[in-house]
């Protein structure tokens, strides 16, 4: 008999499944609503979610065994960190996972957007040759700012270096010689907004960081500058972005995520000067397997009391 029960709501790959049979009996619930999470959520050790399921304080409240929630992917804003702690439940994610994948997508929505792949595409697709319409920007020598220069930052600095590009690294939580050994040259928040030519996101939404790129922001940085965001909706203030394009102080945009997603055809999305992805950051096959291993480990480790690698709460 297995030793443990684990409900997944979301989906995982094989290979994730394949670890925690092992060990436990594992159910799968994809569709489930969160008014069932709640009726059935009492019956298991463990939970595994993606982006998907809302982890609230309810289904705390109703877990009466659960004892570790597992988030494969990185970020845990779906998950009430607070009421984990309160109903003694550990919550661990999967961060190494995605970097490759997020860092990947981050240049080709940067090169997307200066060489307007997107429009030049639909232009052609719709019978249209806009050959001398589309005069692009090239990445070389430009100055790229990174706002947050962990794992995934810090990957996209390093693929921009081979691009030949100048890296700034601004990192509330990172020391200056840090940012330095991991390829960016350290800088505060308003030296970056007033020298980068593209500036690209890479830090969770938080209380802090919520809204940082606003009004204020754009207007200190550069007449024609490119800003990318694959990290999480909200980092953004949307309708600042959107008067910045309008106003032509931001030449592009190209976004990952949005405030609210699905965001529905806004005047953002529908923006000529916008290439827009459905949060598609963490989707290739090698870092869904990844991140499908690793949680499964997590998690197991959690319910066996061995220690952890990547404990959010």
């Avoid at 304080?57 to 109703?62: G, R």
């Avoid at 960016?184 to 919520?210: C, F, N, V, Y």
Wanted: net charge negative; proline share 4%; charged share 25%.
């Amino acid at each position: 008999m297995a030793a443990w029960k684990i409900l997944l709501t979301d989906g995982l790959e094989e290979n994730g499944k394949e670890i925690l049979r092992k060990s436990a009996e594992v159910v799968e619930s994809p569709t489930i609503t969160a008014e069932e999470l709640l009726t059935v959520v009492g019956e298991y050790d463990a939970l595994i979610v993606r982006g998907r399921t809302k982890v609230t304080p309810e289904v705390f409240a109703a877990g009466k065994k659960l004892k570790v929630v597992g988030r494969a992917g990185v970020g845990v804003d779906n998950i009430d960190l607070a009421a984990a702690r309160e109903h003694h439940v550990t919550v661990v994610n999967s961060p190494q996972a995605t970097t490759v994948s997020v860092a990947e997508l981050t240049l080709a929505l940067m090169l997307s957007s200066v060489r307007e792949v997107a429009r030049a595409d639909a232009g052609l697709k719709a019978g249209k040759w806009l050959k001398k319409e589309l005069e692009g920007r090239e990445l070389y020598t430009k100055t790229l700012g990174v706002i947050g220069f962990g794992r995934i930052g810090s990957s996209v600095a390093q693929r921009a270096r081979a691009f030949e590009m100048k890296v700034l690294g601004y990192d509330p939580k990172l020391p200056a010689a840090e940012i330095q050994a991991r390829g960016g040259e350290p800088a505060s928040l308003d030296e970056l907004l007033a020298q980068a030519d593209i500036i690209t996101m890479h830090l969770p939404l938080t209380d802090q960081s919520r809204g940082m790129l606003n009004t204020e922001a754009f207007a200190k940085m550069k007449p024609g500058v490119y800003v990318i965001c694959a990290a999480r909706g909200g980092v953004i203030d949307e309708a600042a972005l959107l008067a910045a394009l309008n106003s032509g102080k931001v030449a592009g945009a190209a976004l990952d995520v949005y405030a609210t997603e699905p965001p529905g055809l806004t005047e953002l999305v529908s923006h000529p000067k916008v290439v827009g992805t459905p949060h598609i950051g963490a989707q290739t096959v090698e870092a869904q397997g990844r991140a499908a291993h690793d949680i499964a480990e997590e998690v197991l480790a959690a319910l066996a009391d061995q220690p952890l690698r990547w404990k959010v709460a």
